[in-house]
C-alpha cells in the first residue's frame, strides 16, 4: 500500500504577519518605556526561549496555542476579544491536527461576521 500523507498549503504571510506583528508591537512598546528592554527580557516575560522568539519575529518559527495562550495574558494592550482572536490566528496556523486548524478559521470567519453585523447594526441605528 502506498500511503501518502499531505499537509495542507502553508499559511499566507499576512495571516502569519498577524500575531508576529502583535507580538513585535508589545515589544517596541516596552522597549519604548525602557530603552534597555531586551529580546531576552521579552522572552522570558513570555516564557519563550529567546533564540525562539527570534525566530518568530523572523517568520522562521511559529506558535503553539498552549504557548500563544500563555503570551496572550502578558500582552498588556489586547483586551479579552483581542486574546481570544491572537490564540485562533495562532492555532489557525501552527496547530498540528487540521481540525484544530480548521476550528480556528471557522472560528476567525465566526468572528468577523459578528463584527460585520455589529457595523450594519450600528449604521442602522443611527439613522
Given at each position: 500500500m502506498n500511503y501518502s500523507f499531505t499537509r495542507s498549503k502553508k499559511p499566507s504571510l499576512i495571516e502569519?504577519?498577524?500575531?508576529i506583528s502583535v507580538l513585535k508591537k508589545e515589544f517596541q512598546n516596552r522597549k519604548k518605556e525602557n530603552k534597555f528592554y531586551s529580546l531576552r527580557a521579552f522572552a522570558k516575560l513570555l516564557?519563550?526561549?529567546p533564540i525562539h522568539l527570534s525566530r518568530i519575529f523572523k517568520n522562521q518559527k511559529g506558535l503553539s496555542r498552549n504557548k500563544a495562550e500563555i503570551a496572550s495574558r502578558k500582552l498588556s494592550?489586547?483586551?479579552?476579544?483581542q486574546r481570544q482572536?491572537?490564540?485562533?490566528?495562532?492555532?489557525?496556523i501552527s496547530a498540528h491536527s487540521q481540525l484544530a486548524r480548521n476550528l480556528a478559521?471557522?472560528?476567525?470567519?465566526?468572528?468577523?461576521?459578528?463584527?460585520?453585523?455589529?457595523?450594519?447594526?450600528s449604521t442602522i441605528a443611527v439613522r
Open positions: 502569519r504577519l498577524k500575531y516564557q519563550l526561549d494592550h489586547l483586551d479579552f476579544s482572536e491572537f490564540i485562533l490566528t495562532v492555532t489557525s478559521k471557522m472560528g476567525l470567519r465566526n468572528r468577523e461576521k459578528l463584527k460585520q453585523a455589529r457595523a450594519a447594526a
